[in-house]
């Protein structure tokens, strides 16, 4: 698997016109080669040149974290360096020397970024454009991956009406959440956001000490990293007690218009027009001015990755491509909702891996 992907890398980068890539820690490194290699002040890279063999410098003390990687049984070459040394040399000579267009991940810290620029005397740009179209479409095993992290979350969802009740705090909730989310199977938590009443309206609120209230909306949006380290990411939105009849009106209309974006999603079908499948069925019924953000994002070994699902986005979607599909509306400084999937693209539409009701769940209270 992952020689096929530097295969791929490598054909893309000599497509675009560029003589290489180098990749230092992050989520294109892991995709790569497997590694899971954090960013330090010493530099670890990747160097995949066009001529060439790829080769990895690292610094010798993260030699045996390496060994770890799928790196150790690919043959990839190994320039090893220790304290004194220049490694942005050593990047160099991988690619051959002479100064050439070239391409870094988009994680990579200024740190490193700027001495290599000095070093081979041509700044780089960014791999994304090189890279993107690798990691946009999912393998089967990446799919299989993402059904089993969206089936954990959804075991997650249904157990979250348990945690909520009037005098509870959010972090009291999401201190649940968080340990449900590995107890269902995740390997870590990615992101809890747990957004009840006037907090709801704030589409990246967190949590904090403001304690549930009977009447309150609450917004649930959680993930995890489930091994080999794809993510999930489910929203659902509940209600303590029977909910207002605006409420239930509003959020009528934010269910119709969530899933006519996922009956929009099919291949040919631009990232554009499934934001806008949304986006029209709540301009319709008076609440355009209420849905604030982009309809969705591609997942993978990120949280956030491309395709982006958004207005301006011409991009024709793909079979296996894998992103969120979450209208949400959002009136401040009273109560906000969001419903979210995550769905792969198949040959005939979409592929949803989260499976839980998109009802709004009305939580019963003493």
Same mark, same amino acid.
């Given at each position: 698997?992952?020689?096929?992907?530097?295969?791929?890398?490598?054909?893309?980068?000599?497509?675009?016109?560029?003589?290489?890539?180098?990749?230092?820690?992050?989520?294109?490194?892991?995709?790569?080669?497997?590694?899971?290699?954090?960013?330090?002040?010493?530099?670890?890279?990747?160097?995949?040149?066009?001529?060439?063999?790829?080769? @990895?410098?690292?610094?010798?003390?993260?030699? !045996?974290?390496? +060994?770890?990687? %799928? /790196?150790? #049984?690919?043959?990839? $070459?190994?320039?090893?360096?220790?304290?004194?040394?220049?490694?942005?040399?050593?990047?160099?000579?991988?690619?051959?020397?002479?100064?050439?267009?070239?391409?870094?991940?988009?994680?990579?810290?200024?740190?490193?970024?700027?001495?290599?620029?000095?070093?081979?005397?041509?700044?780089?740009?960014?791999?994304?454009?090189?890279?993107?179209?690798?990691?946009? @479409?999912?393998?089967?095993?990446?799919?299989? !991956?993402?059904? +089993?992290?969206? %089936? /954990?979350? #959804?075991?997650?969802? $249904?157990?979250?009406?348990?945690?909520?009740?009037?005098?509870?705090?959010?972090?009291?909730?999401?201190?649940?959440?968080?340990?449900?989310?590995?107890?269902?199977?995740?390997?870590?938590?990615?992101?809890?956001?747990?957004?009840?009443?006037?907090?709801?309206?704030?589409?990246?609120?967190?949590?904090?000490?403001?304690?549930?209230?009977?009447?309150?909306? @609450?917004?649930?949006?959680?993930?995890?990293?489930?091994?080999?380290?794809?993510?999930?990411?489910?929203?659902?939105?509940?209600?303590?007690?029977?909910?207002?009849?605006?409420?239930?009106?509003?959020?009528?209309?934010?269910?119709?218009?969530?899933?006519?974006?996922?009956?929009?999603?099919?291949?040919?079908?631009?990232?554009?027009?499934?934001?806008?499948?949304?986006?029209?069925?709540?301009?319709?019924?008076?609440?355009?001015?209420?849905?604030?953000?982009?309809?969705?994002?591609?997942?993978?070994?990120?949280?956030?990755?491309?395709?982006?699902?958004?207005?301006?986005?011409?991009?024709?979607?793909?079979?296996?491509?894998?992103?969120s599909v979450e209208p949400g509306i959002y009136f401040p400084g009273r109560w906000g909702a969001r419903i979210e999937d995550i769905v792969v693209v198949t040959e005939n539409g979409a592929e949803p891996v989260n499976n839980r009701p998109h009802e709004l769940i009305v939580v019963p209270i003493s």
């Amino acid at each position: 698997m992952y020689a096929r992907r530097l295969a791929a890398a490598a054909a893309a980068t000599a497509d675009a016109g560029l003589a290489g890539l180098v990749i230092t820690p992050g989520y294109d490194l892991r995709y790569l080669i497997g590694s899971r290699a954090q960013t330090f002040e010493r530099l670890t890279a990747l160097v995949l040149p066009v001529a060439g063999e790829p080769t @990895v410098v690292v610094p010798r003390l993260e030699l !045996a974290a390496l +060994k770890e990687s %799928a /790196a150790a #049984d690919l043959g990839v $070459a190994v320039a090893d360096w220790v304290d004194g040394q220049d490694p942005y040399q050593l990047v160099a000579t991988a690619l051959g020397g002479a100064p050439a267009a070239i391409a870094v991940t988009d994680s990579m810290p200024a740190l490193h970024l700027l001495p290599l620029a000095d070093v081979l005397g041509v700044v780089p740009i960014l791999a994304t454009g090189v890279l993107r179209e690798l990691r946009m @479409v999912k393998d089967d095993a990446e799919i299989d !991956a993402l059904r +089993k992290a969206g %089936a /954990a979350i #959804d075991r997650v969802h $249904a157990r979250v009406p348990e945690f909520l009740a009037p005098g509870r705090t959010e972090a009291d909730v999401a201190a649940d959440i968080a340990e449900a989310i590995v107890a269902e199977g995740h390997s870590e938590v990615a992101f809890i956001i747990v957004g009840s009443g006037p907090h709801g309206a704030d589409p990246h609120h967190g949590c904090s000490d403001r304690q549930l209230r009977a009447g309150d909306i @609450v917004v649930v949006d959680i993930g995890g990293c489930y091994e080999p380290g794809y993510h999930s990411d489910s929203t659902r939105t509940y209600s303590l007690g029977e909910p207002s009849p605006e409420v239930a009106q509003h959020y009528s209309v934010l269910q119709r218009a969530q899933q006519a974006a996922v009956d929009a999603v099919r291949p040919g079908v631009t990232a554009e027009q499934v934001d806008a499948a949304a986006r029209d069925v709540l301009t319709e019924a008076g609440l355009g001015e209420y849905f604030v953000h982009r309809t969705g994002h591609g997942i993978g070994l990120s949280v956030h990755e491309e395709p982006y699902i958004v207005a301006g986005n011409t991009l024709p979607l793909t079979a296996g491509m894998a992103f969120s599909v979450e209208p949400g509306i959002y009136f401040p400084g009273r109560w906000g909702a969001r419903i979210e999937d995550i769905v792969v693209v198949t040959e005939n539409g979409a592929e949803p891996v989260n499976n839980r009701p998109h009802e709004l769940i009305v939580v019963p209270i003493s």
